[in-house]
């Protein structure tokens, strides 16, 4: 982690370690692909084995109250933000143009403001993201993540609009 200042602007620098981020998606039962870009790593992410879709839903639909009481993980759908995360999410299409179910593609940043704080105000570090991520990803497949609002992620499991 080194802090950057470029005139009256910080910027707060991860350096994550590609191998960590690729064995951390694999303990999480998924297969990835990663792209290491100057300012974020971009996880190609989907699931072979699994029939149901992943557990990403419309926190608005009355019929998945249950699941959004549950949550830990909650999704901006007018920005595909995982809030209060250094995380953005979006979907991913097959060759059809069908929404895939069974994977998406999110986006690590590299770069945050030095006034960014996680939740609970803990202090930021790569191995504090490399936890947060396991825990997304966990949370994909087997908790929920709540999708709030807007056009641009949509929800892959439950009732959700057409």
């Known amino acids: 982690m080194q802090l950057l200042q470029a005139g009256p602007h910080q ?48 926190a608005a639909e009355p019929a998945n109250l249950g699941w959004f009481s549950r949550c830990q993980f909650y999704i901006d759908g007018a920005t595909g933000q995982v809030l209060q995360t250094p995380i953005s999410i979006g979907n991913k299409r097959d060759r059809g143009g069908a929404l895939s179910l069974h994977s998406v593609r999110l986006r690590l940043a590299k770069e945050l403001s030095p006034n960014f704080r996680l939740p609970g105000k803990q202090a930021l570090s790569e191995q504090v993201v490399y936890g947060l991520l396991f825990n997304f990803l966990q949370a994909l497949q087997q908790v929920g ?15 959700r609009e057409r």
């Open 11 to 58: 910027l707060v620098l991860l350096e994550y370690d590609l191998e960590a981020l690729t064995s951390l998606s694999q303990q999480a039962n998924f297969l990835v692909e990663l792209q290491d870009t100057p300012r974020a790593v971009i996880f190609d992410l989907w699931t072979q084995e699994r029939e149901a879709p992943l557990l990403l839903f419309d």
């Open 145 to 159: 993540v709540a999708v709030c609002g807007g056009p641009v992620f949509v929800p892959l499991s439950g009732r």
